[in-house]
């Protein structure tokens, strides 16, 4: 049969599973980090208790990364390959700055080495009753929050420099993976927010944060859709059951739209109750697991539409 | 006999409007290869391969566009046969992306998978834009033609070239090959054979192929991205990060604006003020 199109025909790389999460928590780790970042900087003492809550999640979740990536492996115990070059007669460290998985592998290394010390020094500040943080543990934070904005955003890029019908038909997967990253970050750190009382007043907050997120995953949303047209990829990427997946990314962050403010009486700690104000209350668990969802569900649709 | 020389380009001339089907290059190369094979696959044609793959370093491709029952002579569309190989792209796709360096330009200009660099990471599979290289389900790394490297370190020509019986497959130093191609090409047209091609003859898909064909339709036809199709992962490098980028700073900014302090009373009631919540996330 002669196809019409002469675009793609290039085999699927059969990247499913391991790689959907390590997307997901890579997004996750990234952008906790990214806001724990930017509530640091902010100074008071419950934005940095919500700052160390954000390194508290960004450890683990990275944590995860290199276990995934590697299983995903045909030779797990080769993953130090990514690293080193091992031609024989090389055997020197291997950086592609045109390769997104090379450069990632780096960046892994380098956000793993920032993660780790900031969840060590925010573990010992809180041990010690330390309630703020000092010049260089905020400039450390902002140099491990770029390379956090890289590896919750890279994984796009990483699709995108490949052949693959969908994902090299566009320049938008970056950016909304990060986007989106950043959003289902939001939420997780809202959500454990109240649960620290001397971060609860950072909270409501992260319902702001989300929805700028969200404003900017959904122009990159459309901005995905605009590139696939002329590529003649749309109804792969949304066609049936894909669609259902993008449905439900969509319908899960719905309810954050719904204005969050509520009228609440303070009560100060001597028990005196202050004149009723508007507060935005940060969503609970349901609507926090519905968030992390639709990040999810998009990487999901992505990933396996072109495959 | 072909001279075999190191740093000398080497390649293949796969002249389709000769190719039998036969089939005998498949068997060649996975004699030579030690190549396992898959599981034949019986559909509505001669072509059981399916694919090139990690197993299937040459395929014969049948592109037979011809109606089941034929009332008269002339009813059939296309009777095609193309015996496809790795290309060895002068710019690759493949040797782009590797993040190992298990991709390389041997001394033959070809390019090879080294066996125990590669870790199976499949960067490559996503890019090849011709669908030639599989994950081996042995090894469990990438594999594809070599241009039968040992072969060539050896001074002998590639298995599938050597076994072909009607020279469709032609093996070479690439500027003689493309001399042959365009001789052979003038002499169809000469015999009023229009529709011959050459495909990565010239530079105008991927640089130049090392494995290059004579086709006797247009590349789409045979599944063959046409010059304008024929593009580097590379190309979304700079566009790719430049959005992430942009994002990135609208991000940073609008969470900076979003998570500014603001004058809030405390959220809610606190019930038992002598209950301590454990501290640190642990």
């Known amino acids: 049969m002669v196809l019409a199109e002469a675009e793609h025909f290039v085999r699927a790389p059969n990247w499913t599973w391991y790689i959907l999460f390590y997307f997901f928590l890579a997004g996750l780790s990234g952008g906790s980090y990214v806001l724990a970042t930017l509530l640091r900087l902010r100074g008071d003492s419950a934005a940095e208790a919500v700052a160390r809550l954000g390194y508290y999640v960004a450890f683990p979740t990275m944590l995860v990364c290199p276990i995934l990536l590697t299983l995903d492996l045909g030779q797990p115990l080769r993953f130090w390959h990514m690293l080193v070059n091992t031609t024989p007669g090389q055997l020197v460290p291997i950086f592609k700055y045109w390769s997104p998985m090379s450069v990632g592998a780096w960046a892994l290394v380098a956000f793993g080495l920032f993660v780790t010390v900031s969840f060590l020094d925010a573990l010992r500040r809180d041990r010690r009753g330390i309630e703020g943080a000092g010049l260089l543990a905020k400039l450390w934070s902002i140099a491990g929050a770029v390379v956090g904005l890289f590896i919750a955003g890279y994984t796009g890029v990483l699709l995108a420099v490949s052949n693959q019908p969908v994902w090299s038909d566009t320049w938008a997967l970056g950016g909304l993976f990060l986007a989106s990253g950043l959003s289902g970050s939001a939420a997780l750190l809202g959500w454990l927010a109240r649960h620290r009382r001397a971060a609860q007043p950072a909270a409501g907050a992260f319902v702001r944060a989300e929805r700028v997120f969200l404003l900017l995953e959904l122009v990159l949303i459309v901005a995905f859709v605009l590139t696939l047209v002329p590529a003649g990829t749309l109804g792969r990427a949304f066609g049936f059951p894909w669609i259902l997946l993008w449905a439900l990314a969509l319908l899960c962050v719905l309810p954050w739209l719904r204005s969050r403010e509520r009228t609440r009486s303070a009560v100060a700690a001597d028990g005196t109750v202050a004149a009723p104000a508007r507060v935005v209350v940060a969503p609970g668990l349901i609507l926090t697991t519905l968030a992390l969802i639709s990040v999810l569900a998009i990487r999901a649709a992505v990933i396996f539409s072109a495959q | 006999m072909v001279e075999i020389t190191p740093g000398r380009a080497y390649g293949f001339f796969t002249d389709t409007s000769v190719c039998i089907g036969c089939k005998a290059c498949e068997v060649a190369c996975k004699e030579w290869n030690q190549l396992p094979g898959n599981e034949p696959v019986f559909g509505d044609g001669f072509d059981n391969t399916g694919s090139l793959d990690s197993q299937n370093w ?225």
């Open chain 2, 58 to 282: 040459r395929h014969v491709k049948f592109i037979d566009n011809v109606a089941d029952e034929t009332m008269q002579a002339g009813d059939g569309k296309a009777w095609l046969m193309m015996s496809d190989v790795c290309k060895h792209c002068k710019h690759a796709s493949c040797l782009e992306v590797c993040p190992t360096g298990a991709l390389i330009r041997t001394e033959f200009d070809t390019v090879y998978i080294q066996p125990d660099v590669c870790n199976g990471c499949r960067d490559c599979i996503a890019a090849c834009p011709y669908g030639v290289i599989g994950l081996d389900e042995h090894s469990n790394v990438a594999q594809k033609c070599t241009l039968c490297y040992d072969r060539l370190q050896g001074g002998m020509e590639p298995a599938c070239a050597k076994a072909c019986p009607t020279q469709s497959i032609q093996f070479g130093p690439v500027d003689e090959l493309r001399a042959k191609a365009s001789q052979r090409l003038d002499d169809l047209h000469g015999q009023g054979i229009a529709q011959a091609q050459l495909y990565g003859a010239d530079d105008s898909v991927y640089g130049g192929l090392n494995a290059f064909f004579l086709l006797m339709d247009k590349p789409e036809a045979y599944h063959l991205p046409n010059a304008a199709n024929a593009v580097l992962p590379s190309r979304n490098n700079a566009r790719g990060y430049l959005a992430t980028a942009v994002t990135a700073v609208l991000a940073v900014i609008g969470g900076l604006v979003a998570l500014r302090r603001r004058r809030e009373p405390v959220r809610e009631p606190v019930p038992e003020p002598v209950r301590k919540q454990p501290e640190g996330g642990e």
